[in-house]
């Protein structure tokens, strides 16, 4: 029911939705955060919304894993230009093949990198593809470890 009510939220909504899971710390600082980059409109508006908080960042991540990796030129280069033009720091990196769905390689290297927020794009895809052939928004509504910020 979690899961749907958080749905309901990013499609009916507005604004973006930040969803802490419940093995959350009890204290919210966003020193490290790191950015889902895809390249598509609701990655786009989520990173938009979250610039107040990437604003407290120490270190911003962009990354981008899998088919995001396969746009022409510089992966995340237009986002890292973007973000240097608010004062803001960035290192990019993409994942080009990590061997496991996306959604689990942005967990792990959250947990690897001590990051504390998330910001990702919510449903690139359609909800019926979403539904029948999983995806990353699903994925890590159902397994997220870190807060995650995400916006439709």
């Known amino acids: 029911m979690r899961t749907d009510i958080i749905e309901a939220v990013l499609f009916e909504g507005c604004a973006p939705v930040l969803v802490v899971p419940t093995i959350a710390k009890p204290v919210f600082s966003p020193k490290t955060i790191m950015v889902a980059w895809d390249g598509s409109r609701p990655a786009a508006r989520a990173v938009h919304a979250a610039l107040p908080i990437l604003a407290l960042a120490e270190r911003i991540e962009i990354m981008m894993v899998g088919a995001a990796t396969d746009v022409p030129g510089e992966p995340g280069a237009d ?7 608010h004062d803001l720091k960035v290192n ?4 080009h093949n990590p061997g496991i769905d996306v959604s689990n390689a942005l967990l792990n290297i959250a947990s690897d990198r001590g990051v ?22 699903r994925d890590i509504l159902a397994t997220m470890t870190v807060p995650t910020l995400m916006l439709h």
Do not use: K, P, Q
């Open 92 to 95: 990019i990196e993409a994942i």
């Open 116 to 137: 504390d927020l998330l910001v990702m794009g919510a449903y690139g895809h359609s909800r019926v593809r979403e539904f029948l052939l999983g995806g990353a928004t």
């Open 79 to 85: 986002l890292a230009t973007w973000l240097a033009r």
